[in-house]
C-alpha cells in the first residue's frame, strides 16, 4: 500500500526566502504526482501535476521535480510571500495495486510566511 | 474554469438523523471521490465511484453510502449520523486514469458537517 510522508511538516520563514518542501511515496508504480495547497477551513487547489515521464514542472514561483525511481518529489517556493502560507500536500497516483486510481495523500507541510 | 461544487459550506445535524452531501462536477469527469479530512489523521476515501451506478469502497466506508445516478453529480450519504463523523468532507472529480494523460484531480470547497 502506498505511504507518502512529507518533510518538514512545518516550516516558518521570513517574507523572500526560497523554500523547499519535500515528498517521498514509497511505490514508484504511479502515473502522476500533484501538489495541492489548502488555506484553513477551505478545500484543496491543484498547484502543480508531474507526469511520471517528466522530470519537471514549473508554473510562476512554484517549480516541482520529480524522480519516481527514487520516489522523491520536491516543491521549490522561490521568493516567498506571505500570501503563500497554507498547507501544502502532496499526492502520488497510483498506477497498480490497491492503490490504482487513487489519489495518497501526505500529511502536508504548513507553511508560514511573514512580513 | 473547472468547477466542482458541494450543496452545503458548513451543515450541523444531530446525532441519528439521515444526511445527505451532494458534488456537482462540470467537467465531464468520469471519476469523482468523497474523502474525509480529520486533524492529524490526514485525507482518507472513503468511496470513490468510475461511472454512473458504479461504487467502490475506499479506505474508510464504515457507515457511508454513496449514490451516481448521472455523470456529472456524487452523492454521500450517512445512514444515521454520529458524531464521529463531525469531520471536514471534500469531493473531487477526475478524467479516468490513463498513461500519458494529465490526470488531474480537482477538488470542491468542502463541507464542514457537525452531528451533535
Known amino acids: 500500500k502506498q505511504e507518502v510522508t512529507q518533510i518538514p511538516a512545518a516550516l516558518s520563514v521570513p517574507e523572500g526566502e526560497n523554500l523547499v518542501l519535500n515528498c517521498s511515496f514509497t511505490?514508484?508504480?504511479?502515473?502522476?504526482l500533484q501538489w495541492f495547497r489548502q488555506d484553513p477551513g477551505k478545500g484543496l487547489t491543484s498547484l502543480l501535476l508531474?507526469?511520471?515521464?517528466?522530470r519537471e514542472q514549473t508554473s510562476g514561483r512554484l517549480n516541482a521535480s520529480l524522480d519516481k525511481s527514487s520516489g522523491r518529489s520536491t516543491l521549490y517556493i522561490a521568493a516567498s510571500q506571505p500570501g503563500d502560507s497554507a498547507t501544502y500536500l502532496c499526492a502520488p497516483l497510483g498506477a497498480g495495486g490497491t492503490s490504482y486510481g487513487k489519489l495518497t495523500f501526505g500529511q502536508g507541510t504548513i507553511l508560514t510566511v511573514h512580513p | 474554469d473547472v468547477k466542482v461544487t458541494q450543496s452545503s459550506r458548513y451543515l450541523v445535524k444531530r446525532t441519528g438523523e439521515k444526511v445527505f452531501l451532494e458534488c456537482v462536477q462540470d467537467?465531464?469527469?468520469?471519476?469523482m471521490f468523497w474523502y474525509r479530512q480529520d486533524p492529524g489523521l490526514g485525507l482518507r476515501l472513503i468511496y470513490f465511484?468510475?461511472?454512473?451506478?458504479?461504487?467502490e469502497k475506499g479506505d474508510i466506508p464504515e457507515g457511508y453510502s454513496v449514490s451516481r445516478e448521472k455523470k456529472e453529480r456524487f452523492s454521500l450519504i450517512l445512514e444515521s449520523a454520529s458524531t464521529n463523523q463531525t469531520s471536514m468532507y471534500l469531493c473531487?472529480?477526475?478524467?479516468?486514469?490513463?498513461?500519458?494523460?494529465?490526470?488531474?484531480?480537482?477538488f470542491g470547497p468542502g463541507t464542514r458537517l457537525t452531528v451533535l
Open positions: 511505490d514508484s508504480a504511479i502515473y502522476n
Open positions: 465511484s468510475y461511472d454512473v451506478k458504479m461504487k
Open positions: 508531474i507526469q511520471s515521464s517528466q
Open positions: 473531487a472529480s477526475s478524467p479516468p486514469p490513463l498513461a500519458g494523460e494529465k490526470n488531474e484531480q480537482f
Open positions: 467537467m465531464d469527469h468520469e471519476n
